[in-house]
């Protein structure tokens, strides 16, 4: 299960031994071709028995199947059991996302990146710590350092907001560009995405970074479910694998 720590100063995380458990491992995992259908039509092999025998008398019922065939089962119930906690637990821009390649061949408008940000951040405990990062990687600028039309328009937007507490509000679309009004420790900062910024690649790209890095080490409890139930199906199947080897050699002998 995976453990992301942060360094001393408690902004940057640092990488954690544990990392391939995340989930966007578990995102690799469900996207192997016909693994889910396999896994689906395992588990239902006992109900479609069960309903063949009340049909065709002679097909055995489930209660007379081997061992191994419901070991099998049990393994393809498993993963499925393991596909539905992905579902409903894994975070949705990890869904979306296997890594920054992937977004940029969508083509999305420079703008994007900042809504995803702002909408993904309402479904993460750790939303606090990935704010405060933003800063110490330079995608912020405070307000009064802003062009003054923009700071005006911004101004409006932070209103008579308190100071004390870290906020973010709703990003402001000025022409072609966007800000991300912020406040953190007293401060009033934007995160911007402007179009003529030369380095606006580079922010894109590390502003990805840091929601997508939070975003696969969230719900680790779910996480471990999810491992312990992917676990199980494998070691079911190897053990399945090696009985009926047993079994082939032990009638071979016979």
């Known amino acids: 299960m995976a453990n992301a720590g942060h360094t001393k100063d408690g902004l940057i995380p640092r990488v954690s031994r544990w990392y391939r458990y995340d989930w966007q491992y578990a995102a690799d995992l469900n996207k192997v071709p016909l693994v889910q259908?396999?896994?689906?039509?395992?588990?239902?092999?006992?109900?479609?028995?069960?309903?063949?025998?009340?049909?065709?008398?002679?097909?055995d019922a489930p209660g007379n199947s081997s061992l191994p065939l419901w070991m099998l089962?049990?393994?393809?119930?498993?993963?499925?059991?393991?596909?539905?906690?992905?579902?409903?637990?894994?975070?949705?821009?990890?869904?979306?996302?296997?890594?920054?390649?992937q977004y940029a061949a969508r083509q999305h408008s420079h703008r994007w990146i900042v809504w995803e940000f702002y909408h993904s951040l309402k479904s993460l405990s750790g939303w606090q710590q990935i704010v405060k990062e933003i800063?110490?990687?330079?995608?912020?600028?405070?307000?009064?350092?802003?062009?003054?039309?923009?700071?005006?328009r911004l101004g409006a937007a932070f209103g008579d907001t308190p100071t004390e507490e870290l906020k973010v509000l709703d990003p402001v679309n000025?022409?072609?560009?966007?800000?991300?009004?912020?406040?953190?420790?007293?401060?009033?900062?934007?995160?911007?995405?402007?179009?003529?910024?030369?380095?606006?690649?580079?922010?894109e790209k590390?502003?990805?970074?840091?929601?997508?890095?939070?975003?696969?080490?969230?719900?680790?409890?779910?996480?471990?479910?999810?491992?312990?139930?992917v676990g199980a199906a494998v070691l079911l199947v190897f053990l399945t694998a090696v009985m009926k080897i047993y079994l082939v050699f032990s009638n071979f002998k016979a």
């Open 37 to 59: 259908e396999a896994a689906l039509l395992i588990s239902l092999t006992p109900i479609l028995v069960f309903l063949s025998s009340a049909t065709f008398p002679k097909v």
């Open 73 to 101: 089962w049990a393994a393809a119930t498993a993963f499925v059991f393991a596909r539905l906690l992905y579902y409903f637990a894994c975070p949705k821009f990890i869904w979306e996302y296997r890594d920054f390649g």
């Open 135 to 152: 800063s110490p990687k330079g995608l912020t600028a405070d307000v009064a350092q802003l062009p003054a039309e923009v700071g005006q």
């Open 174 to 203: 000025i022409d072609r560009d966007i800000y991300l009004p912020i406040i953190v420790d007293g401060k009033r900062l934007a995160l911007p995405m402007r179009e003529a910024d030369p380095d606006l690649s580079k922010k």
């Open 206 to 229: 590390e502003l990805f970074w840091i929601l997508y890095s939070q975003a696969a080490k969230e719900r680790p409890i779910f996480r471990g479910i999810y491992w312990i139930l």
